[in-house]
T-cell receptor, first 117, second 116 residues
Framework: GAGVSQSPSNKVTEKGKDVELRCDPISGHTALYWYRQSLGQGLEFLIYFQGNSAPDKSGLPSDRFSAERTGGSVSTLTIQRTQQEDSAVYLC???????????????FGEGSRLTVL | AQSVTQLGSHVSVSEGALVLLRCNYSSSVPPYLFWYVQYPNQGLQLLLKYTTGATLVKGINGFEAEFKKSETSFHLTKPSAHMSDAAEYFCAVSETGGTSYGKLTFGQGTILTVHP
């Protein structure tokens, strides 16, 4: 597609349920990022994939969070046993290079808004 | 490690007035610096970026920013605000080496309100 696509755009779930959020990056982009945007918290880095390298998971807030990227393209962010504090907008971005400033900018999707009741 | 501080979570200006959004960063290696804008219910869009070379960079919609290494700052300015500039603005830093290579770290964001 022309841009980064995320689904679902909105997800309402009950506390304790698992959720999966999907990101389809721009074709050919080797780098993929997940960020979390909470009210008053800015953008929080979660995880970064670059090609076939081991992902940088340093931003994942707990072991309930995991992400994978299959075939170097689509990525899924999974949150297990959701808690109310997980409510946020989850943003995905892709780049043609792992280094954000070199071959170009990060292109962001419109986000998946997660509400945990 | 890298970090970004945006001074002022909310800035309010009158239409036609100068816009100044402040950003200071810390980085252990030469940084790349960015400003992104987010309009309501949309994703982030790049306004401008500094990588190397000229320290005054111009972006879209009349915005510009100046990299000042001595002040570790990258403030965003626009001479004359327009109603359509109302949005949330994020400053970000990417390190060119070290353990944070390639990772973009964002500030907390500044909401710009433009009054008629």
């Amino acid at each position: 597609g022309a841009g980064v696509s995320q689904s679902p755009s909105n997800k309402v779930t009950e506390k304790g349920k698992d959720v999966e959020l999907r990101c389809d990056p721009i074709s050919g982009h080797t780098a993929l990022y997940w960020y979390r945007q909470s009210l008053g918290q800015g953008l929080e880095f979660l995880i970064y994939f670059q090609g076939n390298s081991a992902p940088d998971k340093s931003g994942l807030p707990s072991d309930r969070f995991s992400a994978e990227r299959t075939g170097g393209s689509v990525s899924t962010l999974t949150i297990q046993r959701t808690q109310q504090e997980d409510s946020a907008v989850y943003l995905c971005a892709s780049s043609s290079s792992g280094l954000a400033g070199t071959a170009g900018e990060l292109f962001f999707g419109e986000g998946s808004r997660l509400t945990v009741l | 490690a890298q970090s970004v501080t945006q001074l002022g979570s909310h800035v309010s200006v009158s239409e036609g007035a100068l816009v100044l959004l402040r950003c200071n960063y810390s980085s252990s290696v030469p940084p790349y610096l960015f400003w992104y804008v987010q309009y309501p219910n949309q994703g982030l869009q790049l306004l401008l970026k500094y990588t190397t070379g000229a320290t005054l960079v111009k972006g879209i919609n009349g915005f510009e920013a100046e990299f000042k290494k001595s002040e570790t700052s990258f403030h965003l300015t626009k001479p004359s605000a327009h109603m359509s500039d109302a949005a949330e603005y994020f400053c970000a830093v990417s390190e060119t080496g070290g353990t944070s290579y390639g990772k973009l770290t964002f500030g907390q964001g500044t909401i710009l309100t433009v009054h008629p």
